[in-house]
């Protein structure tokens, strides 16, 4: 198993051939340009009446129970892999989908009609329905050719259904008053949830797969325990993802302020050597808008001060490493959070911001395709550089396999083949696009996004705002995996 | 564990609070204050031996319990006006003070009536009973009647002083009762009766302790030294309320105390530096401040000394918050120079979005275990094992913080797990302010203490 091949969840740009950065998101910025059209002309939501689909499918697999899968089984299907257990593993993807996928589309019947015939809706719940139409039509896998045609229908639908998340905060945010706040937020919790548990399956299966065809595996091979995680966990080195993440922060603060505004230093200290394995985008995902919203903070609480020091204080980074957890502390000094956004804090209800936000959001559909390649209006009023954008180019994304110790054996010879399936997998993760946007553009859901993530893996995030002063996060990860109890939580969460 | 016992049992910061008034009463121009003392005194010693004759407060206790409690405000207590108070003034507060109080004990009686038999029946618990029916029959005699002139408002005085004593030692008493009553009754149980009963109390003392403290700076009975606190000789106070509280003060010499204790007993002093806005000043009431920040001080103080980390000052960081673009400033006649000329009585209700202060104590004394954690805010003895019996923690003594804080030597990787934080909580949460404790296990803790003000007072 090469070890480099982990990161393709994650890994937005990629090294190419030549050594240059290069974008992935131009292929994906030509398929998405309907949608971009379309959300040109359409900014305002007209309603959309349902299409007629016959109930009964649909009943049959909400009969049907989700089949937790837990952390241990991931695990175990990639430690010993066969061809047997490769099919079998298809199965219950081919399986699980369409039954998970069912519930949420049952959650969003039951939605008020007014809500669900919101045009962001109704795209959500036409995508759903389609995957589930597609996934539930897929016959038994029996041969490695079904199965390699199963995983070329789910990199379809994980492709597809990348605009699924801002879809949803804008949904919600139209909604405003067509159903009570903390209703909407709960259905927005359980649909993220069980998307998150849908794409580790689907990823996990692919990457079962990918390891399956790679010339150097040799079926029913042990691999080794030290090296092996997982093929969705990655060993995440806590200080090295925040320097990572922080240098992509300012580079992409550095681009949007332009080059004479002072950045604020990033600060890393506590037990510097905490790692743990986690799905490294999620991660990436979380600590990114964290040190975004700390970033533009400071930022724009040092240009506003009177008598401003040269440099803005620092934000300042703790790690504290337990036996179960690690705790990851971001403390800023950039003025705190005014009282009257706390009660949308976490909601992904935004009240009177709700429309700045949803302006903001207009731009997001292109961002979850090509995030890289987003262009910022010169006559935009938050872009305070009247200077023509340029790429937007997540810095040192080249050291990634260095920085996180990435780099095997075998990965030197493989990369270059591997290259291009790792493109493909990077526009799976819809979550770098969003962390990698402008820090003054806000969508309002980093905090109630990345709290989902967080639980997801039994971690949790919480904020302490002392107004007029800053901020300090504390995202706190569960050690998975090292614990079996933990597994059982894991499982019951996967239900979702 | 003895020094850590020592440490946690000083008891000067619950004194100033729970019974400002026995130290200085005696210089008090009330006309009998020695009579009431000791009448209190008797009647309590009395209570104590004998089944309390049920009275007229048992009628009057589910008339007066079915009305609801009046959710105090800093602004009701500064309605009054800025000191001195003029007659006119003091009689309006007075009045106020009375419609509030009977209502409040009341409730008190009903939320202890409705306690099992077997643990009303405990000697301590059935005290604390005695004491508020006592209580509740002093005032009584002063329902349906409008307090209309000085000599009423004198006597009723008197009435409020005598209550506030009679309820000094309250904590420590129900404290031991519940332990000694752990087996009948689930800490659950324990836990929702005493967060109840000492919120509403912290209520019912500021209203009484208020109405005293701007007796003594009204103009009729203009008397510095007889006053528990010192709002005749400074401005800054209405009653018990400093309108220019400056929290950085109270922390140092908070800290300089706790650093002392410290001293003795690890024979190493912690330091703290104060950043963010050192200069802030708000309205408060400087007692609870006082409290809060001592329990949080110890707390932060030995955990930093346990750890090794004396190197490692406590940080403690002050944010006022910026004043809000909805609120507007409260406005006060400023004191007149000829006394009693307060133009109105009432001045217009605060703002209860007032800003506040939030005050960060961050140290590096280890954090909190995650299994410590979920216990830090309950009261300390209901989390006792059957173990802990032969063990009773530590000596009982009148001191409700030796009392309260040995209970949580046993292990525990801070200080004061007793009542310590649960109570400054109830302060802290008593005016729409709050607690919250955040640990890095293996690194330290952050505690962020909330306080509304009421906004400026001009």
Redesign the interface.
């Known amino acids: 198993m090469p070890r480099l091949m982990l990161q393709h969840v994650t890994a937005a740009v990629r090294l190419s051939r030549a050594g240059e950065l290069r974008t992935w998101g131009a292929a994906a910025a030509r398929a998405q340009l309907p949608n971009r059209r379309q959300s040109h002309t359409s900014s305002q939501s007209h309603a959309h009446s349902p299409k007629w689909r016959p109930v009964s499918v649909l009943d049959e697999w909400v009969a049907k129970e989700a089949r937790p899968i837990s952390l241990r089984q991931l695990m175990v299907f990639g430690r010993s892999l066969t061809e047997s257990r490769l099919i079998s593993s298809a199965n219950y993807v081919r399986t699980e989908l369409p039954t998970r996928i069912a519930h949420r589309i049952r959650d969003m019947q039951k939605l008020p009609y007014v809500v669900v015939t919101n045009k962001h809706f109704n795209e959500v719940y036409d995508l759903y329905y389609t995957a589930f139409d597609t996934f539930r039509k897929v016959r038994e896998v029996k041969t490695l050719e079904d199965n390699d045609r199963l995983c070329a229908t789910i990199r379809t639908m994980l492709n597809a259904h990348l605009t699924v998340i801002p879809k949803l905060a804008m949904g919600i945010l139209e909604c405003n008053g067509l159903k009570d706040a903390a209703e909407l937020d709960k259905f927005m919790n359980t649909i993220l949830r069980s998307r998150i548990s849908r794409r580790v399956i689907a990823e996990q299966h692919l990457a079962l797969t990918e390891t399956f065809h790679a010339p150097w595996f040799s079926p029913g091979a042990k691999l080794s325990e030290t090296d092996f995680i997982g093929e969705v966990f990655l060993k995440c080195v806590a200080k090295d993802v925040v320097s990572h993440c922080g240098d992509a922060v300012l580079s992409i603060a550095r681009h949007a302020y332009g080059p004479d505004i002072p950045l604020p230093e990033i600060k890393i200290d506590g037990h510097l050597e905490a790692n743990f394995p986690y799905i490294l985008s999620h991660l990436e995902y979380i600590i990114g808008e964290l040190l975004r919203n700390s970033v533009q903070a400071v930022v724009e609480k040092h240009q506003k001060s009177k008598n401003k020091p040269p440099k803005p204080p620092p934000i300042e980074v703790t790690i504290c490493e337990s036996n179960q957890h690690v705790i990851i502390r971001i403390s800023d000094q950039g003025g705190g959070i005014p009282r009257e956004s706390m009660p949308y804090l976490w909601s992904f209800s935004k009240g009177p911001a709700s429309k700045e936000i949803l302006a903001n959001l207009e731009q997001v559909p292109k961002m979850a395709a090509t995030m890289q390649e987003l262009q910022i209006d010169n006559d935009d009023s938050n872009n305070k550089n009247n200077k023509p954008t340029k790429k937007m180019e997540p810095p040192h994304s080249h050291h990634l396999h260095q920085k996180y110790g990435h780099q095997s054996a075998q990965s030197i010879s493989q990369e270059r083949q591997q290259e291009k399936e790792q493109d493909d997998r990077a526009k799976y993760s819809s979550l770098a696009s969003l962390s990698s946007r402008p820090p003054n553009l806000r969508l309002g859901m980093g905090l109630p996004l990345s709290r989902v993530y967080a639980e997801y893996w039994a971690g949790t995030l919480a904020l302490h705002s002392l107004e007029g002063y800053g901020v300090d996060a504390f995202l706190q990860i569960s050690k998975l995996g090292n614990k079996n109890e933990q597994l059982t939580t894991r499982a019951t969460m996967d239900a979702v | 564990m003895s020094s850590t016992v020592r440490l946690i049992r000083f008891p000067t910061a619950l004194r100033a609070i729970a019974g400002p008034y026995s130290a200085r009463r005696a210089s008090s121009t009330l006309q009998n204050p020695k009579k009431d003392a000791s009448v209190a005194h008797h009647h309590r010693s009395q209570t104590h031996h004998h089944h309390v004759s049920y009275s007229e407060t048992d009628d009057a206790v589910p008339q007066l319990a079915s009305q609801p409690i009046h959710r105090l405000s800093l602004a009701d207590l500064v309605k009054h006006g800025r000191p001195p108070l003029s007659a006119e003034a003091l009689l309006s507060s007075a009045r106020f003070t009375l419609s509030l109080l009977p209502i409040r004990l009341a409730h008190r009686i009903q939320a202890l009536r409705n306690l099992p038999y077997i643990v009303v029946s405990n000697p301590n618990i059935r005290r604390i009973y005695n004491n508020y029916q006592h209580s509740l029959s002093t005032l009584l005699p002063w329902q349906g009647r409008t307090i209309s002139n000085l000599e009423d408002e004198i006597r009723f005085t008197e009435v409020l002083a005598e209550l506030v004593q009679t309820h000094t030692d309250t904590i420590p008493i129900l404290a031991k009762g519940f332990l000694e009553c752990r087996k009948y009754i689930s800490p659950a149980e324990v836990t929702r009766f005493l967060d109840q009963h000492l919120r509403a109390r912290i209520g019912t003392r500021l209203v009484a302790e208020q109405h005293i403290a701007l007796h003594y700076s009204s103009s009729p009975h203009f008397d510095p030294s007889s006053s528990p606190t010192p709002c005749p000789e400074n401005p800054g106070y209405i009653g018990v309320i400093d309108t220019a509280l400056r929290p950085a003060s109270t922390i140092d010499s908070c800290g300089s105390f706790v650093a002392d204790i410290c001293e003795l007993n690890y024979g190493v002093r912690p330091e703290w530096i104060i950043n963010?806005?050192p200069d802030t000043t708000f309205a408060f009431v400087p007692m609870h401040l006082e409290y809060i920040i001592t329990e949080l001080l110890k707390n932060a103080f030995r955990a930093t000394v346990e750890n090794g980390m004396n190197k490692s000052p406590v940080e403690i960081?002050i944010?006022?918050?910026?004043p809000?673009s909805i609120s507007t400033p409260v406005t006060l006649s400023p004191p007149s120079i000829s006394l009693g000329a307060f133009n109105r009585d009432h001045i217009q209700p605060l703002d209860d979005?007032a800003?506040g202060v939030?005050i960060?104590i961050r140290d590096r004394g280890g954090?909190i275990?995650?299994d410590v954690l979920p216990h830090i805010w309950s009261y300390s003895f209901t989390t006792f094992s059957e173990n802990d019996d032969d063990n009773p923690p530590g000596a009982w003594s009148d001191d409700a913080l030796s009392v309260i804080s040995a209970a949580s030597s046993g292990g525990s990787s801070i200080a004061g797990l007793g009542y310590g934080l649960p109570l400054s909580r109830a302060y802290a949460e008593y005016f729409g302010g709050g607690i919250?404790v955040?640990s890095?296990?293996?690194?330290g803790t952050?505690v962020?203490l909330r306080l509304k003000g009421v906004g400026r007072i001009e």
């Open positions: 963010g806005n960081t944010a006022p918050e910026p809000s979005n800003p939030t960060r954090g275990s995650a919250a955040q890095l296990h293996g690194w952050d962020y």
